[in-house]
């Protein structure tokens, strides 16, 4: 079964290739591969060994709801929970394809480690997982409390048996923040520093060898979140007649953090800071995070500045990029900044005010030159929580974004621009942020949902990202906008990092790099170091050189790993947080929309902008689906459900702990075949 692993992604060997990689003698690799043409798993056809058309090989991401995806280059398969036997959240998996997808081998696990809770029935102890999991857990421990939660690392795995010790006991299930600890470990995200970063933290010293240029006669302000402590960039705009002299000062992290550091070993296991519902995991402990780094007001700070000269229209003429000393003058958040931009509220001075002002034109001139190139405006819905002291739930409200927010991205996004062309320009190693194009295959069946609402849309061969905002642009404030707007991003590759350029789709932009928060982003902190070392202190260019150019593309496969790792874990939160919200409304109904189709049922959203499942088996009818169209249509009612359509729904189950809302749909009435009775002849 090991050699079956190799045949992820549908891909042929030859015997050659496999005695290669395997390292198996040649009759042992004979036996193996004779046994398994046999048992009709593989083909052997031209000298190509390859999984035959009726099996695929892959990874399972098993839903809350129960049923799960085999994860493919293309499209996912679908398989419902009866047809998963004893396979788990992660496990790669050999599977049969057929009317039903039916998984027939475990091929690989890969749950290390599970969180689970203890419950004491009398004599008997029990261990619930906080996910999916099909097998019985084993402790071999036996001192345990009803109520605990504990961090089980699996041992082995016996049949139908998981067989695990104890790693950690996390708390008690009534424990303040614990339903979103327990996630974090689930997780297996790094949740604490180890005393020798903690240490090295608290006795750092900076790590400078080149002069910096104290930044004077600039008003340096910082907007940011009111409660953010994590402060790694502030601006300052000058007018020299009708241009611009536009500076971003980022954080200089790479002065405190040296390579090959307990802290550099930290931040380059987590690569990105995570923030929850009440609660941020930072990437680097919070002396720096909060302190050293962070570009508190009145405090002198080192940074890396980019400081830009741009014409009326927004067009650069030059730019410097340099390390400095900044003491920011003011710390502003977004709710005043967006008060004085809309309601005309003031802020600390006329000074200040003034160059808000400026900065807010300039941002919108920037703006629209990258709506002009075709930049994509996507809207995704965040929720804000207000949290209790012992972290219950009270409210939930759609996390709404203004123009202070959009002042910054559109300073942020040209200063990583600038940085990503100089180092691109002069053939140097950099870390990109790159965006693919769309699949076509994708973006055709949500066009054709798009045009089912009367716009017009042109030819999918014709699509550029400027056509795609046209479609954009035309669904702004309709109904179905936040929905449309989601299914248009799923269609979208999952922008990444890598070594190599091939642009920014989204962005429109040819060179893009993360250079603006290097406190919460490694690949940021990697580009800091690339600036030093190859424009600022070349003093080992060639060696620098050498070993950066294989580096980045190490640092990119982890960072792009670890940020949806980052952004699943965000995602469970925000489910957890919306369930809790939720559990008190039983019965209730509600007006959604259809979000997603799936052979399971149909998830909806709320008004509020919380989804769940109406599962297909608590449904009246029968319904058959459509796979290409993503349609769910009655056997005899005829009814017919697709993305978009407005419904209501009742909620039916609410399940905190699997963080999953269950509604029901209303449905049409059944169609009830009326049956006359023939009429009697009459006797001769």
Known sequence: MILLKLFKDSKAYRFDELLEITQMDVISLTEALDQLVSQKRLDYKNDLYQLRPNYRVGFLDVKNQGFAFLLQEKDDLFIYEEDLGLSLDGDLVLVHVGVKNKVVDVLERTVKQIVVHVKKVNQTVMFLPIKPFRLQIEVEEKDFIGGEVLLIEIQSYEGK???????????????????????????????????????????????????????????????????????????????????????????????????NSFMEKEAFERTTSVYLADRVIPMLPRRLSNDLCSLNADTLKKCLSVTMRLDAYGNPISHQIEQTWVKVNYRLNYDEVNDFLDNGYSLVNKEVEQTIKDMYQLSYILEEKRVDRGALNFKSLEFKYETDEMGHIIDIHPYVTGKGQALIESFMVLANETVSLHLSSLELPCIYRVHDKPDPDKLIQVMQMVKELGLKIPKVNHITPKTLQNILNKLEGHPLELVFHTLFLRSMQKAEYSGKNIGHYGLASKFYSHFTSPIRRYPDLLLHRLIKAFLIDTTDFDKNYQYYEAYVNVASERCSVMERKADELERETDKLKTTQFMANKVNQSFKAVISSVTKAGLFVRLENGIEGLCPMRMMNDYYYFDEKALTLKGKDTKQLF???????????????????????????????????????????
């Open 161 to 259: 048996k998981a067989i695990g010790q104890i790693v950690q006991r996390l708390g008690f299930e009534t424990d303040p923040g614990m339903d979103i600890l327990e996630l974090v470990y689930e997780a297996n995200w790094p949740y604490e520093f180890s005393q020798e970063t903690l240490k090295e933290a608290d006795e750092i010293e900076s790590i400078d060898t080149m002069p910096r240029r104290v930044v004077e006669n600039e008003l340096i302000v910082t907007i940011d979140g009111k409660d953010a402590k994590d402060l790694d960039d502030a601006i300052s705009l000058k007018k020299d007649g009708t241009d611009y002299i536009l500076a971003v000062h980022i954080a200089d992290v790479s002065a405190y953090v040296r390579p």
């Open 642 to 684: 697709k993305i978009g359509q407005e419904v209501e729904v009742k909620l039916k189950d609410v399940d905190v702990k699997l963080r999953q809302l269950t509604f029901i749909v209303k449905e049409e009435k059944k169609y009830e075949r009326k049956y006359s009775r023939p009429k009697q002849k009459g006797k001769a």
